[in-house]
């Protein structure tokens, strides 16, 4: 399955446990190969982002290969 990146922008984006952590707004990419290898989530104010890597903007940043799934939202594991 292909997904391009401005398909994800402005998905919700869940734990596997079902915890809501916020909007997908943008991504990283490796300058050399343009491998997609982070997502930028804004954080919902239900978490403490504390818990996170967080970006100088202050968004959750999760690496690329931790999204399982895609559909009405974007599903991570493995945090």
Same mark, same amino acid.
């Given at each position: 399955?292909?997904?391009?990146?401005?398909?994800? #922008?402005?998905?919700? &984006?869940? !734990?596997?446990? $079902?915890?809501?952590? *916020? +909007?997908? #707004?943008?991504?990283? &990419?490796? !300058?050399?190969? $343009?491998?997609?290898? *982070? +997502?930028?989530?804004?954080?919902?104010?239900?978490?403490?982002?504390?818990?996170?890597?967080?970006?100088?903007?202050?968004?959750?940043?999760?690496?690329?290969?931790?999204?399982?799934?895609?559909?009405?939202?974007?599903?991570?594991?493995?945090?």
């Amino acid at each position: 399955m292909k997904v391009t990146e401005n398909e994800l #922008r402005g998905k919700s &984006v869940m !734990s596997e446990e $079902g915890l809501y952590l *916020g +909007i997908m #707004r943008n991504s990283t &990419v490796d !300058s050399t190969t $343009g491998e997609l290898v *982070g +997502i930028l989530v804004e954080p919902s104010d239900d978490i403490d982002p504390r818990l996170y890597h967080l970006d100088n903007q202050g968004n959750l940043v999760f690496p690329f290969n931790s999204i399982k799934s895609v559909k009405d939202v974007i599903i991570i594991g493995g945090q």
